[in-house]
Every structure is written in C-alpha cells, then in structure tokens.
DNA sequence: GATTTAATGTGTTGTAAGTACATATTTGCT
DNA sequence: AGCAAATATGTACTTACAACACATTAAATC
C-alpha cells in the first residue's frame, strides 16, 4: 500500500496505514413508498444509545469486498427482500461528528418502492413507515439526509420516469397525479396535468377500466418500458441551441 | 467502537477494527477554467507506474480530523492558491478495482476557478490545463469522473449564476455567450442568448466599455452578489402548481 | 327508474417563453 | 473614405403553460 492517490510518494510514505484507514463507510437508504395519498418513508428505530426513541434510515457498513453501489442493494434485498428496485445516488456526508461512536462517512441512496409489493418482516425488525411530512427529528443527521433525498426526488419525477415504482403496475391518472401531488406538496389542475403527462410518452393504455371505484371508473395505463420509448415520436431532436432555462 | 450505522450489536461486536476500517476515503476535484474560448481542466501527471504518462486530477486522502467538505478546499488551496472558490460534490465513486494500490473511494468535486487569477505553481508540479474536449483518457476512473462533472456543470449552469466563477470580474455579453458556448458545447442565438440572460437578474450594468478590443466595444457587466438578487423583482412567486417539465 | 353524487374525460383562451431571422450602429484598421 | 467585425435591438411565428367550463359515466340512493 506505497502510494496513494495523488500525493507525492515521499509524502505517502510517512504515512502509516491505520492514520488513514480510520474512517468507516456507510450506506444509508432513504426508502420511499406510498401509501393513502401520502409520501412514506421505512425506518428503523435506532439500536444506539445515544439515539434512543429515535428513528433512523436503513443503512450498512460498505464491505471490503463489494462496489458501493452493490451495498444499498443489499441493504434493500435483506430489510425489505426486494431486489428490483430503482436506486439513486444523492450525496455523501461526512462531518466528523455526525456519528457518536466514530468517523464515519456515509453514502446516501433514495430508493422507490411499491409499498404492497414487498415483504417486509415488519414484525420481528422495529421497522415502520412514516409519513415523510410528519418526520422532524431523525438520528444521526438523517433528516438532513432525509431532507437532501427528497429534494432530489422532486427534482428528479420532473424529467425521469422513475414514479410508477411507487406504483402498482396498473394505476389511474388520477392515482398518478395523487401521487406526483404527494411528492410534489401542491395541487395540481387534472386538466393539464393530463396533457402534461399524455405527450411524455410514459404510459401504456391498458384498454382497461377500474374496478370496484364507488364513482365512475378511469381507465387504466401501466408504464412504457425504456425500450418502448420514442417509438412513436417522429425524429430525434438533434443538437441545436440548447435553452438556458 | 462498539456499535456502528445499524447493524445489530451481536452482527458488529464478531467484527473486529480492521474488517471495516479498510477503505479509505479520497477526494478528487475537477477545477474547471475557461481559456481562448475553450472548457479547461487542470490536471497532474499521475504518479503511479500503472498510470505512466496518464494524467489524473487533483486529489488527497480525507483526514480523520477534517469534515469531507473541507478536504477539497484544502486541496485547491493547496494547488492553486485560491481560497474562495466554488465547489460542489457530484458524486462517490468507489467500486472495488477503481484504485490499483488498494481500496479507495473517491468524492468527486467539480470547482470552478477564473484561470486568470490564480497563481499556480505550474512550474514545480506537474500541473496543466487541458482542453476538456480533447481528453480521452485518465489515470484511474477518472474520464468517468470527468464525464460526470461535465454533465453537471452543465445542468448546473443552466439555472444557478454559477458560470462568473469562470471569469474576470468585468466581461462582456459576447465573452459570457462564448463560455456558455464552450460548456454547452452548442452554439447560440446571440440576440436570443442575450434576452434569456437580461431576465435572468444575475448581472449589474457596469457603465463601462470594452477597451483594446479590435472591434465596437461592448457593454461591460458583473455579477449581481446573492444579497443583491430579487430588489428589483417585482413579488416573490408564491407556492403554486409546480410545472412538471 | 329517476335522481344524486363523485368522479372521468375532453376543449378553449390568454399569456409567457422559446425560436428564427434582419437591420442599423459603432469602433478600429487600412 | 470605406471595410471589417463586432454591438445593439426588434418582429413574427410557434410552442409550452395556466386558468378555467362543460358534458359524460357509473354507482348509490331514494
């Protein structure tokens, strides 16, 4: 272990090895779902003393033997046992205080999940979700993480079609603008959230109605694959003057 | 050392200090300059013999006794002299075969500093600016790195007065169209660029002129200050339907 | 079966922003 | 004086966005 990044080699070598392995990597999860109209998160309540009745995100130490992107993955695939699940990078944070019993650095991912879908073992694990909106204190700085995650999601469901994992597959405009309401924290006019949606070539008529609805039913629409996309559109906008707005 | 992120205790207490404590934790920084109408980006000659005659960017390992949001400034103070830059974490990279000599995850920074101004010891280290668009590759992941700022800067620029970092104080309309010219990489609508730029609140009419310049002058501006923002708007928008373009 | 209720499913119109494009003006240079 | 190379500004067309109204459908109730 001679050099390292891109300090001078003479430089490196007064180094000893523990001066600079002291510093632990985390990943914590900011796991989104959604449930009755309203924006969720799964937390665990916390096993650290310093932090008791408080809750926290799902996170990991980062093995010695695994990409960092394949923690948060695990991370998942073992709390909620759901392995196809979109995952995004938001931001590192690494103040030296920000964990009690030592310097550790953690990566945080936000993930979007159908809540139905999975099978959580919410029974023997002291995990539940909150209500994103009700949560004011988190441990560890992870309302500021929780805070930073959910900023970028709403930046994010703007541009990508990443909300229908929130989703069942089959779901109304309605559940879908309910939803984009939920994150987004405003109203929106069903008039043109309609047209807004229908020409982002993202959905799929089902020719399918609702069930089981005590009011007339809508029709259903599931999301367009990556590859099913732009089939329909005529060209690709080539490059040109890019706005700056 | 007991209890670390959220693993249970009886899981941690099997593992022992070295198990986890065996990344370390790097930043890399991207210092965008802007030259002749060309992106630059100041990089080092690698020292490591896998990445021989390869160029890689400004980096350091974390200290244990700094926050990692300090570390890339010191690194630019360290390089470049310059103590009052721009900078801003794009993303962690850390996949287990990315760093020869060991595991190293890296925080990437991009900076955005005016060339012009600093004083680098260009000299004694092997540090140059290079055309960003004539970069193929780098030592380490560092193309990818590369790749992802970039992308950033780009989506960066477009809605947050940032682009002044990359030059003098005083510059003139054409001089501030080129460098979006050169970030971009696309060509834009003079009359056009300067409409979308005279809305945007971010320049102060300086009331000078371009001198020693072959041609009429121009018109001379600066970057309206944070604090200075908003005087001269009309009302605050106020909580709406957001768009979801 | 007629009425009420609570949704769905369009359409129109005004405004703001984006795009393409043309002409007159100012300075330095020869 | 005339040319070269920019600055500076305006207009018409088109597309996106925001505010808003009405007819339709199915289930529940009377």
Redesign the pocket.
Same mark, same amino acid.
């Given at each position: 272990m001679a050099k390292l990044a891109n300090l001078k080699t003479a430089e490196i070598e007064k180094i000893s090895h523990l001066d600079y392995f002291n510093i632990a990597v985390s990943v914590d999860c900011v796991i989104f779902g959604y449930e009755n109209k309203e924006l969720k998160v799964l937390l665990i309540k916390s096993d650290l003393e310093e932090f008791t009745g408080l809750w926290s995100l799902l996170g990991d130490l980062v093995r010695t033997d695994e990409d960092i992107e394949s923690a948060p993955y695990r991370v998942l695939k073992e709390r909620t046992g759901m392995d196809d699940v979109y995952l995004d990078q938001v931001h590192t944070f690494g103040n030296i205080g920000r964990h009690p019993s030592g310097r550790v650095i953690t990566i945080a991912y936000y993930s979007l999940i159908d809540i139905k879908h999975h099978k959580l073992k919410l029974t023997h694990n002291e995990l539940h979700w909150h209500k994103v909106n009700e949560i004011k204190k988190l441990a560890f700085d992870h309302k500021k993480i929780l805070d930073r995650s959910l900023e970028r999601l709403r930046e994010q469901v703007m541009e990508h079609p990443i909300i229908f994992n929130l989703l069942p597959e089959k779901f109304? &405009?309605? !559940?879908l603008?309910d939803l984009y309401q939920a994150i987004l924290g405003v109203g929106l006019?069903? $008039?043109?959230f $309609?047209?807004?949606i229908a =020409?982002k070539d993202w959905l799929i008529d089902l020719d399918e109605? !609702? !069930?089981d609805?005590? =009011?007339?039913?809508?029709?259903l629409y599931k999301a367009k694959s990556q590859t099913q996309k732009k089939q329909t559109k005529k060209k690709t906008s080539q490059p040109?003057?890019?706005? &700056?707005?």
């Open positions: 109304s &405009l309605r !559940e603008q006019d069903r $008039r043109n $309609r047209k807004k =020409h109605m !609702e !069930e609805v005590p =009011h007339r039913p809508g029709k040109e003057a890019r706005s &700056l707005a």
